[in-house]
């Protein structure tokens, strides 16, 4: 198969000559050559489409009302939440919705950081995303968890010759990138993922830059949390991702509270829903409702 990069180029209107000549400093005769697509991939045509349908046609508050829009609405709301899943090969009920990947690392960071106490580990790398290095700072600062680093090797790769110094009976979890933003380094997950489940720790595993390059088998990868964000892999901003073993997520506390990710309210207190509602506070963006 050869790849036809016009046709390609032609999907997408920001490459397609609808943008490029109002660029400043740019000539209206040269076609758009876009290079950062790992801080944020351009959107086809087909998305754009999606939420001109969906706002022209499909408009409703998913999961508040039971008349035909806000059905129709709830269904896509559901149906992306089944996409999801089938590209990570996961269960689609550990599907959790949020503003972005790193909403989806801040929460981990919040609702699985109450069940730390001080003194617990948690093990990153010196590769990680700002995104992926300042939640746990921050749980440090709250709960006096102790952040323990993975050197990088002079390849630019998770050194993990320093495994077993790491990964302690006090870690509880392992939260390293699958592939560098920095790099691109595809991460060697597998002995991490062993070495922390024989002390019972769990692993997050930061796809952000990973997913994009194909569906995901998270179940393979032993992965117990994967994070990744909708605007990196052509979807508009505003949306991301955040899989969960169901079991897990069903122990933690809610990361926000709101609108439909309650039970009961009365003014005693407040019984919360099930995962993956009980982490989707509020009224979710139209990129979560077309997928």
């Not at 349908?53 to 508040?64: G, I, L, Q, S």
């Not at 921050?138 to 630019?156: A, I, N, Q």
């Not at 110094?165 to 691109?184: E, M, P, Q, R, Y």
């Not at 829903?273 to 509020?282: I, L, N, Q, T």
């Amino acid at each position: 198969m050869t790849f036809d990069a016009a046709a390609v180029r032609a999907e997408f209107p920001m490459l397609n000559g609808h943008a490029s000549g109002h660029m400043a400093g740019h000539r209206g005769d040269q076609p758009l050559h876009y290079l950062d697509s790992a801080a944020m991939a351009q959107v086809p045509g087909a998305v754009i489409d999606a939420i001109t349908r969906h706002e022209t046609t499909t408009r409703a508050n998913v999961r508040r009302g039971v008349y035909g829009l806000a059905e129709r609405a709830t269904e896509a709301y559901e149906d992306a939440r089944r996409a999801v899943g089938r590209y990570l090969h996961a269960d689609p009920e550990g599907v959790v919705f949020t503003p972005g990947g790193t909403a989806a690392l801040n929460l981990v960071a919040t609702a699985f950081g109450e069940t730390l106490d001080a003194g617990d580990e948690i093990v990153i790398s010196e590769l990680e995303h700002h995104s992926n290095i300042v939640p746990w700072q921050m749980l440090r600062e709250r709960r006096g968890v102790v952040v323990k680093w993975f050197p990088v090797s002079d390849e630019g790769r998770l050194d993990l010759a320093p495994l077993g110094n790491l990964i302690t009976k006090k870690c509880k979890l392992v939260s390293v990138t699958h592939a560098s933003n920095v790099t691109g380094a595809v991460s060697f997950v597998s002995p991490i993922v062993g070495a922390a489940h024989a002390v019972g720790a769990k692993v997050l595993l930061d796809g952000c830059q990973a997913a994009i390059h194909g569906p995901v088998d998270v179940p393979a990868l032993g992965a117990d949390f994967y994070v990744t964000s909708g605007h990196k892999m052509f979807g508009p901003t505003g949306v991301g991702v955040l899989w969960g073993r169901p079991e897990l997520l069903a122990a933690l506390p809610p990361f926000l509270g709101g609108g439909e990710m309650i039970e009961r309210v009365t003014m005693e207190r407040t019984t919360y829903a099930d995962p993956p509602r009980r982490f989707e506070a509020g009224t979710p963006p139209v990129s979560q409702v077309i997928g």
